[in-house]
């Protein structure tokens, strides 16, 4: 997965979030390779110049995006017969899709850290050699480039598949810093690269109205169709250095966000409340200065915000990565052990026969809708109903960071269920002398961040049994899937 973090206006902390979100994502046993692609305006180095890390000095000394499109370029003006066979490759993959030669993709990428015990690895592609004497020299390179002419005489748009590619052989997710505005390198990253653009708006008009247009431009459907060749691409706007203490101010702006921008998000991608309080960036003014990571200092009160908010950021790319992609499983082990209680039984089966169909209808339904959603489905006993759903919360349990409960309605009250799992996983305290249905509904609105699944085993009575305990339909992040054995047209 290809994820590209854009601005249509510097200052915005873009580069900041993309430094935590890599931070987080090699924490949790991720390989992770940033690209400075903000060849005008670099520095992504120098939110890792840490103890244990690779020195910034040495990262600027090393080669890195510009050197390798001259590399590209320069090793194609060579005769044929002498082209150096050393740290060099021939793509012939795929139908011989890019067949010119290339140096290697790692040999513009700096390693950041020792790859850790989940099996992490943070990788640096930066923007260039320019560290003392050599700036002179990487600003004229940058600005004597010719984009339209790498495009359209050196196969630019192949050049760049190929890229995509083996990036993504490398490692298991990319995130690249791009350009602000509207510029050739801009297009590059977020047009052609990428499987999910995050937008990042600053609180005023001039950065609303650019990411606006840009936004237009970028889920135009001919884009898709043409000049992405079908690929899809997911919008993901997030405000960013949201001042908390102007109160007026904020919720006006707020307004303004929701209207102009959340069309544009997922269909897939439901929030608590709303994307613009899910996913707002605090200003936070100690991380202002230098260039600090708040998820390197998690236990420093001053992060806990931030900290708090770029996870609620990475949760929701996750979200967009695709079904089969490492981001998933990992991000699923990430969510098991930190941020989803739940208590699916144990699978009783040996080998689970492969309905992959079945799990792929059932999760689309679910994501497909931004409202409350009950999902119903009806079996004879012993046709897999159970271990259907089991292999679900197996499979998705990182969507559900609210939890997954899991009620057997047919042998014991469903409200008192809900009620000992939110005591027992949630850990929530229940006012005493509150009859039990208003129990249940303590719960439900003191429920945890996150969307929750709700799976109600072997249904026979629905109307007596079930719906007087289930969430307020207004509650849209609430999720329920019920198995019976009956008809459901009897309820």
């Known amino acids: 997965m290809i994820y590209t973090f ?4 510097g200052g915005v902390g873009r580069s900041m979030a993309l430094a935590n979100i ?15 692609f903000d060849l005008e305006a670099p520095g992504l180095e120098c939110y890792f110049n840490v103890p244990n ?18 590399s590209y370029r320069d090793l194609r003006s060579l005769p044929a017969l002498d082209l150096p066979d050393e740290n060099l490759q021939k793509d012939n993959s795929n139908e011989g899709t890019f067949p010119f030669p290339v140096e290697p993709l790692m040999n513009f990428c700096v390693p950041l850290y020792e790859k850790n015990t989940k099996g992490g690895e943070l990788i640096l592609m930066p923007a260039g050699r320019r560290n003392g004497g050599e700036f002179t020299q990487y600003a004229g390179r940058v600005q004597s480039f010719d984009w339209q002419d790498f495009y359209i005489s050196w196969d630019g748009e ?13 490692v298991d997710v990319v995130l690249i810093d791009s350009r602000t505005g509207i510029t050739e390198m801009g297009g590059i990253c977020t047009h ?50 949201i001042e908390n203490f102007e109160a007026q101010s904020l919720d006006d702006f707020a307004e303004l966000f929701k209207n102009c921008l959340d069309h544009f998000i ?4 439901r929030f608590e409340e709303n994307i613009f309080t899910d996913l707002k960036i605090p200003y936070v003014p100690y991380y202002a200065y230098q260039e600090r990571v708040a998820v390197r200092e998690s236990e420093r009160e001053s992060a ?15 979200r967009l990565a695709n079904l089969d992609s490492p981001i998933l499983i990992k991000w699923w082990i990430y969510s098991e052990r930190q941020h989803t209680p739940n208590n699916v039984p144990r699978s009783g089966v040996c080998k689970f026969v492969a309905r992959n169909k079945e799990l792929e209808e059932l999760h689309q339904q679910l994501q497909k809708s931004r409202s409350f959603t009950i999902i119903a489905t009806e079996g004879m006993p012993g046709s897999g109903k159970t271990e259907l759903a089991i292999q679900y919360t197996q499979q998705h349990a990182s969507f559900y960071e609210g939890g997954i409960c899991w009620v057997f309605s047919r ?20 006012p005493e002398g509150l009859e039990l249905s208003d129990q249940v509904a303590f719960c439900w609105r003191n429920w945890r961040e996150g969307d929750v699944l709700l799976v109600l085993d072997d249904v026979v009575q629905y109307r007596r049994d079930v719906e007087p305990y289930l969430p307020p339909a207004s509650l849209s992040r609430f999720n329920v899937v019920q198995y019976s054995g009956q008809n459901l047209s009897r309820f």
Request: aromatic share 10%; no cysteine; hydrophobic share 45%.
């Open 304 to 318: 806990e915000d931030l900290v708090k908010a770029f996870s609620r950021l990475a949760s929701a790319m996750v």
């Open 266 to 269: 997922p269909p897939n991608l």
């Open 411 to 430: 042998e014991f009250n469903v409200g008192t269920q809900i009620i000992g799992f939110a005591q027992s996983q949630l850990n929530l305290k229940i």
């Open 6 to 9: 854009y601005s249509f206006k």
């Open 53 to 70: 890390a690779t020195n910034t000095d040495d990262i600027m000394a090393k080669r890195g995006v510009i050197d390798m499109l001259y």
């Open 192 to 241: 052609h690269m990428a499987d999910v653009v995050l937008m990042f708006v600053g609180a005023n008009q001039q950065n609303l109205d650019g990411t606006l247009k840009v936004a237009k431009s970028l889920s135009s459907p001919q884009l898709i169709t043409e000049g992405r060749k079908g690929r899809a691409l997911s919008l993901l706007p997030v405000p960013s250095r």
């Open 22 to 36: 890599a931070e987080l994502f090699y924490r949790i046993g991720l390989k992770v390779l940033m690209v400075d």
């Open 158 to 170: 192949q050049f760049f598949d190929w890229f995509r590619q083996e990036a993504e052989k490398l």
